[in-house]
């Protein structure tokens, strides 16, 4: 089953965003002021990107994300739970003002949940707890069904989630369900999540440098061991 999670389209400023302290609401109506991701220039234009088009294990690495490398996943995939309601005439620029302000404590709560999950899978524990969890998290989704041509001249209808967040739960459920697989690349100074169980490195490149480094450790320990040879 593809779910449509790829399709989710997210806003993002070209100038990134920063952490300022912001006023927001909370659900029961009051409001207050905390450190949000806010557009770093409130001119700025903003444009569309595809989060899982551009990385599939998304989930993994938002798992994996520590506090100091929150800015820069934002500003390469995104808001998770905010987005622009409607979507802006064709051609027309969107200003980065219309995007609401997201607190940090929603990034915080939805990582750890999402490591908390993501552990008690990898460990093979409490695969019914895991299931519960994400059906939890998904039934609160919100989706647009949207119409596609498939290639062979076919019309595909897909469910396309309206927040990113949404579509990353919805791939975790994908990776539990054996549909897609997502690898850590094993190359030194990599650790890249990437979506195939058949390969070990991520990259050509990756794959290159591992070798070399595995080759001159094999002659740095070749060169160190005692030689029969020597003495002699
Ligand atoms: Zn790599």
Redesign the pocket.
């Known amino acids: 089953m593809n779910s449509g999670g790829d399709l989710v389209e997210i806003w993002i400023p070209d100038g990134g965003f920063e952490i300022q302290r912001g006023k927001v609401k909370a659900t029961d109506g009051s409001s207050a002021v905390t450190d949000c991701l806010v557009p770093k220039w409130s001119n700025d234009e903003l444009m569309v990107v595809r989060p899982l088009h551009r990385q599939p294990c998304l989930h993994r690495v938002l798992a994996d994300c520590r506090h100091d490398q929150i800015v820069k996943l934002a500003n390469l995939y995104g808001l998770l739970t905010l987005t622009i309601p409607r979507k802006p005439e064709p051609g027309k620029a969107v200003h980065a003002d219309l995007l609401p302000p997201e607190p940090l404590d929603v990034w915080h709560r939805e990582i750890r949940a999402l490591r908390a999950a993501a552990e008690m899978w990898d460990a093979s524990k409490n695969r019914e707890l895991v299931a519960r969890r994400i059906t939890e998290r998904l039934a609160r989704t919100s989706f647009h069904l949207i119409a596609t041509t498939d290639g062979g001249g076919k019309i595909a209808l897909r469910y396309r989630p309206t927040l990113l967040i949404d579509a990353i739960w919805q791939q975790f459920a994908r990776e539990a369900a054996g549909i897609i697989h997502c690898a850590r690349?094993?190359?030194p100074n990599?650790?890249?999540r990437?979506p195939r169980n058949d390969r070990q490195?991520?990259?050509r490149?990756?794959?290159m440098?591992a070798w070399r480094q595995a080759g001159e450790r094999t002659i740095e320990e070749t060169l160190s061991s005692p030689s029969p040879l020597r003495g002699r």
């Open positions: 690349c094993r190359a990599c650790g890249r990437f490195y991520c990259s490149a990756c794959r440098r």
